[in-house]
């Protein structure tokens, strides 16, 4: 995952920078605190940190999650993850939507 340095115009003010090492990455929703969430098209959704630490948010049952995105629901956040029934791995299961509260 790379950044893009930015000046206070908003215009590009460098190179892309890596900023972490995620292995491949479907899809992202970056959160006003600077964490990241990131679909795997596996089995796992990433949390990669303000400082561009990787760990896991979600360690199985994403079945080639490929979405995610944070709903407010009751007044408190969720993850919403779509998966893709694992159809990239030849699976025929069907889609689902998964949702979590956002990890602390």
Do not use: K, W
Not at 78 to 86: A, P, R
């Amino acid at each position: 995952l790379y950044r893009l340095p930015i000046d206070r115009a908003g215009n590009p003010a460098g190179a892309p920078e890596l900023f972490a090492r995620t292995g491949a990455i479907d899809d992202f929703e970056i959160q006003p605190s600077g964490v990241i969430y990131a679909t795997t098209h596996g089995a796992s959704l990433l949390r990669i940190g303000a400082d561009g630490t990787v760990s896991t948010a979600l360690p199985a049952g994403c079945d080639s999650c490929t979405r995610v995105a944070v709903v407010r629901r009751q007044n408190r956040p969720e993850l919403v993850i779509l998966t893709t029934g694992d159809f990239v791995s030849g699976g025929n299961a069907p889609a689902r939507v998964l949702a979590m509260p956002v990890p602390r």
